[in-house]
């Protein structure tokens, strides 16, 4: 079923509660990353085009249910007035007759930014009486974080079934594209998935198997692979309990024809550190004693072959560990290979849109997914309970 769309609602007077996820990085009271205000901004400039009067909600990091100024949104506001046209107000409550009151008295093209959602703990509940109150300051809602739409909560969820709801044009492309992705990529299609843990990422393997054309696996899960093939992997990263799993991937990638290539080559080092003492070994072993941190050259080169044939490509983990310079060399390869392929690419999860950001290619992706956890959980299959919450057909 069709998402709701903004485009052709009259919203002329009305109030519009958007919730956006505005849960940017912030260092000493600063924003240090304005991405997640930035991407929002179609939808604000729409709404405000349309006549509408705005109240913004988001969550902002991890108040656990209390009031406490280091997650405020005060300094968020800064920053986002700088950002929009438009006459700005902050309510320092999220609910309550003092905020229904400003809600009312808005005017036309005005914005009101609520309070960090998460300062009371029937948020994360999703409790029926605080969605009750948040719907109590609109009379339409929008739904524009994608980045929080795997998380049944009273701005996500709940006041969906309060109003009339759509979804905003950020959450439109989100699913859009990584719909696109699982029901008709153009092929070959690419996966390459990197990341420290197996665990963490079996479901998007196990879900993306019967999907993709090749599989090309990176970064710490890596030596769960290769460790399961019994090929001695040292002291490297390895999840003991899913080396069957990992076994079971192989296999089943032979008899379904899925091209699962795993590294070949590696940086290795003798301690988890920056300053450890490094080698190139130009085989899949690894010695006692050493662990591997980075894809090798070889590998680097197998994987570039195959991603420059893609027609279509999802990056999502790390091949290294690529906080440390010394290990970043594979995965700032796979970012600059990614950003020169033909193919339509769709990159999601922090660090590989930081590695994306640092080799300044941002530009030549089709589709940077603004949600880390909400993007794996819709590429494993996933129902989003924050999407599916916008597909009810009348208000309940
Ligand atoms: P994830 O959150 O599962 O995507 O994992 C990201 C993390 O994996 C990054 O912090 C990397 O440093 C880490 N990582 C990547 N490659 C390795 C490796 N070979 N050994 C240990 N950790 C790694």
Known sequence: ?????????????????????????????????????????????????????????????????????????????????GLVKANVLFSKNVIGDDVV???????????????????HKEEEENEPGFSKKLAALADVYVNDAFGAAHRAHASTEGIAHLLPAYAGLLMHKEIVELSALLSRPARPFVAIIGGSKVSSKIKVLTNLFDKVNHLLIGGGMAYTFLKSRAVPVGNSLVEKEFEVQAFQLIEKAGVAGVDLQLPVDHIIADSFSDKAKTKSVDKMGILEGWMGMDIGSKTVANYEKIIKNAGTIFWNGPMGVFEMDKFANGTMAIAKAIAKSKAKTVVGGGDSIAAINKAGVADKITHISTGGGASLEFMEGRKLPGVEALKKKEVE
Not at 43 to 64: C, D, F, M, N, Q
């Open 101 to 119: 009151q400003m809600s009312k008295e808005l005017k036309e093209g005005e914005i009101l930014v609520i309070e960090n959602v998460r300062f």
């Open 1 to 81: 079923m069709e998402l709701p769309r903004l485009e052709n609602v009259d919203l002329a007077g009305k109030r519009v509660f958007l919730r956006v996820d505005f849960n940017v990085p912030i260092e000493n009271g600063k924003v240090t990353d304005k991405t997640r205000i930035e991407k929002t901004l179609p939808t604000i400039e729409l709404l405000l085009k349309k006549g509408a009067r705005v109240i913004i909600a988001s969550h902002l990091g991890r108040p656990k249910g209390q009031v406490n100024p280091e997650f405020s949104m005060a300094p968020v506001v800064e920053v986002f007035k």
